[in-house]
């Protein structure tokens, strides 16, 4: 007789056990020979000893499939432990088109042209930038990039920063220490992590430093080495900010810059970097540029609506074309 006992690691317990230990039991079910006991994160087999390496062999390639698509069902029970394959559904998803699995098996995927462009571009360039309207999944694509990057092991850790621009409020007034402050800006890059990594993760990630969110301010100095570096809200970034940034990259590191450039927050007389750096920027080999438009909305229709009502209204109205508006049209 044999026993051995497992840790499971990277994966939430609870997800692996099933509600009411059901994935477990189904489990048991196939290696009636074992006895096998859960508690925690430790799982302790007993049976004859070819048996019970054949389970543990078949147990890392379950917790890796929860690992991968965020979910196990019946069907992947049995067929990674019995066969040690994945089920045909998924299969038939088609794998080269999905970034990352999200949580609860959700497919994050490149939609619309341009956002499978940032795909395309990420792969042959070290650097680009991708600026368009809000709700065209630029910030959502990149994270995704990201994670990616990050599962397949490409990179060492993910770094996501915003230039913290009040819009409208003073961050003086608002209640809580610096972190607290600082996090409302931050919270887009906080929800799209949420939906691609199970919760218990993203925490570990966070705490060893591997996920790293900061303001803009704190990457002064660094050298961003083996890192897939994002700058959301890049549009709000001055140039002299913005150059500070770009110079930051290091060794096998990837850096995608996104913006919306009808939705410059900075103070009237102080520029925006984003223009600046497609003019200065735009023929150096390894950047790539990619603009998006309101056929990448994403979002709720009327946010397509919404921006091209705007973009009428300054027409008709023979505004004086702001850097937004401008660039917009490069």
């Known amino acids: 007789m044999a026993e051995q006992i497992v840790q499971i690691e990277n994966v939430n317990p609870s997800d692996l056990y099933g509600a009411k230990d059901q994935h477990l039991t189904i489990i048991k079910n196939l290696f009636p020979k074992l006895k096998i006991i859960a508690r925690g994160d430790f799982v302790k087999v007993i049976g004859g000893e070819d048996e019970v390496n054949y389970f543990l ?24 432990m019995i066969s040690g394959g994945e089920t045909p559904y998924v299969k038939s998803m088609g794998d080269d088109e999905v970034l990352v699995y999200g949580r609860n098996g959700m497919q994050v995927k490149a939609i619309t042209v341009n956002q499978k462009k940032m795909v395309e571009s990420i792969a042959k360039k070290d650097m680009i930038f991708a600026i368009g309207p809000a709700g065209t999944g630029k910030t959502y694509t990149a994270v995704a990039l990201a994670v990616r990057a990050l599962k397949n092991r490409e990179v060492r850790r993910i770094i996501l920063t915003r230039p913290a621009v009040e819009a409208g409020e003073n961050l003086g007034f608002l209640p809580g220490d610096l972190k607290d402050k600082l996090d409302p800006y931050l919270q887009p890059l906080y929800d799209a992590l949420r939906d691609m990594l199970p919760q218990a993760k993203l925490n570990g990630y966070m705490e060893d430093g591997t996920i790293e969110i900061a303001p803009l301010a704190f990457m002064r100095g660094r050298t961003l080495d083996h890192a897939f570096v994002i700058l959301d809200e890049a549009q709000n970034a001055t140039r002299a900010q913005l150059k500070m940034f770009l110079t930051r990259m290091g060794r096998d590191a990837k850096f995608v810059i996104t913006g919306d450039v009808t939705q410059i927050d900075l103070p009237k007389n102080t520029p925006s970097g984003l223009p600046q750096a497609v003019d200065v920027l735009g023929h150096v080999k390894g950047i790539e540029f990619i603009f998006l438009d309101d056929k990448d909305v994403v979002r709720h229709k009327l946010v397509t609506e919404i921006v091209n009502a705007y973009k009428k209204f300054y027409h008709d109205n023979d505004e004086e074309e702001t850097q937004s508006e401008q660039m917009s049209e490069k």
């Not at 499939?65 to 992947?76: A, C, D, F, K, T």
């Open 57 to 80: 062999d078949r147990l890392t390639m379950l917790v890796n499939h929860l690992e991968r698509y965020g979910s196990i069902n019946p069907q992947v029970i049995e067929d990674v």
